[in-house]
């Protein structure tokens, strides 16, 4: 057969290109009864959106126009007849104001069980501050739920994200591979409890990127069965700092393992680069992490190993950690500390801190050089070390 001469070819490419079964398939959550007001429950119709996407057989785009659509909790569940869904948000998403409608739930919008979802853009709010008040009454209040999870999923990115005031974590990676999120910003008072910004865990190849997370508890925080996660140009602040852990809470207990922080900033947060773990038996490890190129502004706690957390003192006081704490590298971690201690490595007395690297560190304290204190910890010390290392 004689080819077709080029300018053909090209008009016969372009026609391919634009036609209906090579564009993904559009979905509005308007065409479904969403109404933007914020007065009416669209939950319905971003399920009955979601359900359309999920059933097509080729690419599919879920949109959220501008305006704020108010939204109960919504299942987002898979697996689905493609694996190439993305969930444009133009919008706000707004939970209910009484914390009471989702607050029992684990989650406000959760996908499960789903391949290749883009979350692309758009704010969610969480409405969280009425919960949090009645947590800090002492009340019998519900637990809170996460603004935003993915479990049990493969192939998913979190792009231009903004997060609100959720009522409990705003973000959870829970059973995932190959997760990358990024641009993302989290915001939530620094006293608001339990609202960590990003929470990972049972997950492996995640990636966090140029992020802004302020919050009342852990920027982000590392949770059992992590391993190959990477995060890079992270701010925090306000917050707790950067947490592996708490580890250890469960005898049988999956490890963290492949972790690097890098390029990242913390302004006045408890902490910076922590690791936390339960002092009680565990068969739970935190191994091969490297935190580099650290800037510490007014940190309470710059650098941080306390394998001696007992929360109340129930249920552990007297017993040591189980968890194994090795190859941890510090590098290129400088700025300074609210509190004369700048680095403290508290490890278990049974199982001590193994292969601690400090390599160009330099904390300071009221303009004067901070202190260092090690407990079970063993490693070595190169470059400019400032405190001194007790290693």
């Known amino acids: 057969m004689a080819s077709l001469p080029l300018p053909i070819t090209i008009l016969f490419i372009i026609f391919l290109a634009s036609s209906p079964s090579a564009r993904a398939a559009q979905f509005s959550v308007l065409s479904y009864g969403a109404k933007p007001g914020g007065r009416t429950d669209s939950a319905k119709a971003f399920a009955a959106a979601w359900s359309q996407a999920c059933a097509s057989t080729g690419p599919a785009t879920i949109y959220v126009p501008k305006g704020s659509f108010s939204l109960g909790q919504v299942k987002f569940q898979g697996p689905c007849k493609n694996n190439a869904i993305l969930v444009r948000i133009d919008g706000t998403l707004v939970a209910p104001s009484d914390y009471k409608v989702i607050g029992s739930a684990e989650n406000w919008l959760i996908f499960e069980h789903v391949n290749g979802v883009t979350l692309s853009g758009g704010i969610l709010d969480g409405q969280g501050a009425g919960l949090w008040s009645c947590k800090k009454s002492g009340k019998g209040c519900p637990r809170g739920a996460t603004s935003l999870e993915f479990t049990n999923s ?64 852990d920027c982000v925080s590392i949770g059992p069965g992590t391993s190959n996660l990477w995060i890079e140009n992270v701010a925090c602040g306000p917050g707790h700092g950067i947490s592996i852990g708490s580890l250890g809470k469960e005898s049988q207990e999956a490890g963290v393992q492949d972790v690097t922080v890098k390029t990242t900033t913390f302004t006045g947060t408890q902490n910076g680069l922590r690791i936390k773990t339960w002092g009680r038996p565990s068969t739970g490890f935190a191994r091969n992490i490297l935190f580099q190129h650290a800037v510490m502004n007014n940190v309470q706690n710059p650098i941080l190993i306390d394998q001696n957390y007992c929360p109340g003192e129930k249920n552990c006081p007297g017993q040591v950690s189980g968890v194994k704490v090795s190859d941890v590298t510090y590098q290129d971690i400088h700025g300074t500390s609210a509190t004369e201690l700048a680095v403290k490595f508290d490890c278990s007395k049974k199982y001590p801190c193994t292969g601690i690297k400090l390599q160009d560190v330099k904390l300071t304290y009221d303009n004067k050089p901070a202190e260092a204190l090690c407990s079970h910890a063993g490693g070595v010390a190169s470059g400019t070390v400032q405190p001194t290392s007790c290693l």
Request: hydrophobic letters at 35%; one cysteine or more; a positive charge.
């Open 154 to 217: 493969k192939n998913i990115a979190i792009t231009g994200l903004t997060s609100l005031n959720s009522q409990m974590f705003h973000i959870v990676i829970n059973g995932c591979q190959n997760v990358k999120v990024q641009g993302v910003k989290v915001s939530a008072d620094g006293n608001s409890p339990n609202t960590d910004g990003i929470h990972v865990q049972q997950s492996t190849a995640v990636t966090i990127l140029n992020s802004r997370i302020g919050t009342g508890d």
